[in-house]
């Protein structure tokens, strides 16, 4: 059995726009670096592997908290959002003819024009995770989080998530022959 921990990167001037971000390459803002260097990963994690998506917000937070760079691992890039990158979410759930679904309507089928479907980036992440064989935290974003953990709960983005993301907080999960959720409380990142 291995263990994964999962941190979200953190933010970035289009987070707190409220822009979605998906592939376009992003840095931290500079509030998010001063946050991010008040944290350092918990000791028990601090031996762990340490990955992150090839994208600057994720490879800048885990080299913050870990105090190493990290090893790239390009299936962790986020979700490709397609036409819809750069957009706001709230303006396309405003405009009925977007098509934009909040996540709970989502399934495994849902895909923005010309991005991922939650299925496709399952995909493109499963022969990963499945083939970890040492502990591992990953720094990567909230889209991946989302596939790993659905699959790890049982969810199919049909109703209410049976959990909420969010930052400075690693989620645990045990990967045998399926993944399961560790501990249900994320664990937080420790003060420096």
């Not at 396309?92 to 996540?103: C, E, N, P, W, Y």
């Not at 989080?145 to 909420?164: E, S, T």
């Not at 959720?181 to 664990?187: A, G, K, M, R, S």
Request: a neutral charge.
């Amino acid at each position: 059995m291995t263990t994964l921990a999962l941190i979200r990167h953190g933010h970035t001037p289009w987070n707190r726009a409220g822009r979605i971000q998906g592939r376009t390459d992003i840095a931290l803002d500079p509030d998010a670096i001063t946050e991010l260097q008040g944290y350092k990963l918990p000791v028990e994690w601090q031996k762990a592997d340490l990955v992150a998506s090839p994208l600057l917000r994720a490879k800048e937070t885990a080299k913050i908290i870990a105090d190493c760079s990290p090893k790239i691992v390009s299936s962790l890039i986020e979700m490709d959002w397609g036409a819809w990158e750069g957009l706001r979410g709230v303006d396309l759930k405003a405009d009925k003819s977007s098509g934009f679904r909040d996540i709970e309507d989502w399934g495994w089928d849902y895909c923005p024009p010309n991005g991922e479907s939650p299925q496709d980036v399952w995909d493109r992440i499963k022969p990963w995770v499945m083939g970890l064989r040492k502990t591992t935290v990953a720094v990567c974003h909230i889209g991946i989080m989302r596939m790993i953990l659905a699959k790890a709960h049982g969810w199919d983005f049909d109703g209410p998530a049976p959990f909420k993301i969010k930052r400075n907080r690693l989620y645990t999960i045990e990967i045998k022959d399926r993944l399961q959720i560790v501990d249900i409380e994320p664990i937080r990142l420790e003060a420096r």
